[in-house]
């Protein structure tokens, strides 16, 4: 009798494949620069990524032949955004269980500094106040962990309706509604999915949070760490610090 080896599986997916692709530090800057879920011209990729336009083009040609990246042209112009939240999601873990870079100027201090209280993780909230956020709504019982996602309760549906989130346009969705997102910095999770997304969402159009130009920070306004202060009882936490 012949026994089978241990190996492979034709079911199995191509992880080695989409670990090459993000493996490149180019290509891993690239995707990064477009973690907040906004689409960036190629020029601004390049630059991202310390790359001539020429070599940003055939890594942008590998990230989106790889399903990883979706390009669309205006004019002379071509843009990329990341293919899906899934892709956000994958490198947020990444993220959390990979070694800081050394910093070596004070301006990175300060980037990262900005990142860790509050920013974009492709369309949802992340940093100390997206942990935050979540722990509140776990805390108040809103939303209840559930191995990889989270179960919205009714009273959590009531409270998020009570302050503004669009719910039921979270619920339409075809992805996943309450996923839990591993905080790259914070090594906890923060609420991703569509709902995440429409927690954002309420917070920047309500004027609470306002974003960066540069990068995925997020700005607190006077506003919003009162709101914040109301809504999710954060007031005792450093990032809600005065402008």
């Known amino acids: 009798m012949t026994r089978r080896l241990p190996g492979r599986h034709a079911a199995d997916p191509n992880v080695a494949e989409i670990a090459a692709l993000i493996g490149d530090s180019a290509r891993a800057a690239i995707l990064l620069a477009l973690l907040d879920g906004r689409e960036l011209p190629a020029s601004e990729l390049a630059f991202r990524a310390g790359a001539s336009p020429q070599a940003a083009s055939a890594q942008l040609a590998k990230l989106a032949a790889g399903g990883l990246l979706v390009g669309r042209r205006a004019g002379r112009h071509r843009f990329f955004r990341l293919a899906s939240a899934d892709v956000a999601h994958a490198l947020e873990g990444l993220a959390a269980v990979a070694r800081p870079r050394p910093i070596v100027a004070l301006s990175q201090t300060t980037t990262l500094q900005r990142l860790r209280e509050a920013r974009s993780c492709y369309d949802h909230l992340a940093g100390r106040l997206g942990v935050a956020v979540t722990d509140h709504l776990v805390e108040r019982r809103a939303i209840r962990p559930a191995g990889q996602d989270f179960t919205l309760t009714r009273r959590g549906e009531t409270f998020l309706r009570h302050v503004g989130v669009a719910v039921e346009r979270a619920r339409e969705g075809r992805r996943a509604f309450a996923r839990s997102c591993m905080d790259w910095t914070e090594r906890r999770p923060h609420l991703a999915g569509s709902l995440g997304a429409e927690v954002l969402?309420?917070?920047?159009?309500?004027?609470?949070?306002?974003?960066?130009?540069?990068?995925?920070?997020?700005?607190?306004?006077?506003?919003?760490?009162?709101?914040?202060?109301?809504?999710?009882?954060?007031?005792?936490?450093?990032?809600?610090?005065?402008?």
């Open 201 to 243: 969402e309420r917070f920047l159009t309500a004027g609470w949070l306002t974003r960066n130009r540069h990068d995925r920070a997020l700005r607190i306004t006077a506003e919003g760490r009162a709101e914040l202060t109301r809504c999710f009882f954060v007031e005792d936490r450093s990032f809600l610090r005065r402008e």
